[in-house]
């Protein structure tokens, strides 16, 4: 199985703020990477496909990077909705993977 | 607008089976785009893929879970479904059913049902 490690898995921070985390790929994975943001009692939403292309409806403030096995989810500058849990996810191979997720908390 | 409904009981005992539905509406079970995916979150923890199902019937399973699980799919009801048996604590979780689109070699997931929330005990 690939293994997708997140980090931080926690962070900090104020609305405005610039926010960037990482996922890395226990192997080459090209740009088999997704992006999802999980708020409670809502259904995930997909944010970026293809390690890089910002998924239709998607504020352009989410931006995705990388290939191989390094990868960053940024998020421009952060409004208050966006305080949620983001998850990575490889479509390399079976099974899917998802990587253990990023809180981001109001500072 | 596509949407995704899961349904099913809330509360299962030790070593029964679970049976979860997801019902699909806003577009087609049929489309040769879709494979419909079972998502789970137990508390506190990930997310975990259990498997997908495709229209025909294809089926690809999480090799953690595939002694146990068997997906299925009605397209007159427009549903797809999934079983788990031998249930312990360890599967009690939210449970979440999603459409699934070729992102690479395998799926990404764009539509989400909301989730529901699954305890074994």
């Known amino acids: 199985d690939i293994q997708m490690t997140q980090s931080p898995s926690s962070l900090s921070a104020s609305v405005g703020d610039r926010v960037t985390i990482t996922c890395r790929a226990s192997q080459n994975i090209g740009a088999d990477l997704n992006w999802y943001q999980v708020k409670p009692g809502k259904a995930p939403k997909l944010l970026i496909r293809a390690a890089s292309s910002l998924q239709s409806g998607v504020p352009a403030r989410f931006s995705g990077s990388g290939s191989g096995t390094d990868f960053t989810l940024t998020i421009s500058s952060l409004p208050p909705e966006d305080f949620a849990i983001y998850y990575c996810q490889q479509s390399y191979s079976t099974p899917l993977t998802f990587g253990g997720g990023t809180k981001v908390e109001i500072k | 607008q596509l949407q995704l409904q899961e349904s099913g009981p809330g509360l299962v005992k030790p070593w029964e089976t679970l049976s979860l539905t997801c019902s699909v509406s806003?577009?087609?079970?049929?489309?040769?785009?879709?494979?419909w995916g079972w998502i789970r979150q137990p508390p506190g923890k990930g997310l975990e893929w259990i498997g997908s199902?495709?229209?025909?019937?294809?089926?690809y399973y999480n090799p953690s879970l595939e002694s146990r699980v068997t997906m299925s799919v009605d397209t007159s009801k427009h549903q797809f479904s999934l079983k788990l048996n031998s249930l312990t604590a360890g599967d009690t979780a939210l449970y979440y059913c999603?459409?699934?689109?070729?992102?690479?070699?395998?799926?990404?997931?764009?539509?989400w049902g909301q989730g529901i929330l699954v305890t074994v005990s």
């Open positions: 999603a459409r699934g689109f070729y992102t690479g070699n395998y799926w990404g997931f764009d539509y």
């Open positions: 199902i495709y229209h025909s019937g294809s089926t």
């Open positions: 806003g577009g087609s079970i049929s489309s040769s785009y879709s494979y």
